[in-house]
């Protein structure tokens, strides 16, 4: 059983800067990537960034590219995503996920599907006022 536990959202003001966090547990999970996603009401969800545990290559949606900084922490399974110059069209939920070791490579396409991902935390609201 693998648990996704997410924390750091709240609300904030056009222009500020707020932190994410999210957990993937498990006792014998080894991540391969972890990114996060957003979902604002009445919209499908969107990729937003994502990592690679080996090599931290990461990937970013355009909207979020050189504002959002998705990086890895010192425990294992564990990533952080810093939102600078927030803006109110980034108000969502943000949902953390996981996907495991599994001995392939892959690439910036695959990693960029929700599809790819087996793992999901509950998400935690961001509310940007203008």
């Known amino acids: 059983q693998v648990q996704v536990v997410e924390s750091g959202g709240g609300l904030v003001q056009n222009g500020d800067s707020l932190r994410l966090s999210c957990a993937a547990s498990?006792?014998?999970?080894?991540?391969?990537?972890m990114g996060w996603f957003r979902q604002a009401p009445g919209k499908e969800r969107e990729f937003v960034a994502t990592?690679?545990?080996?090599?931290?290559?990461?990937y970013y949606a355009d909207s979020v590219k050189g504002r959002f900084t998705i990086s890895r922490t010192n425990a294992r399974n564990t990533v952080s995503l810093q939102m600078n110059s927030l803006k109110p069209e980034d108000t969502a939920v943000y949902f953390c996920?996981?996907?495991?070791?599994?001995?392939?490579?892959?690439?910036?396409?695959?990693?960029?599907?929700?599809?790819?991902?087996?793992?999901w935390g509950q998400g935690t609201q961001v509310t940007v006022s203008s």
């Open positions: 996920a996981a996907r495991g070791y599994d001995g392939f490579s892959h690439g910036g396409v695959a990693l960029r599907g929700a599809s790819f991902y087996g793992y």
């Open positions: 498990g006792r014998t999970f080894n991540s391969y990537a």
């Open positions: 990592i690679t545990w080996s090599g931290g290559v990461t």
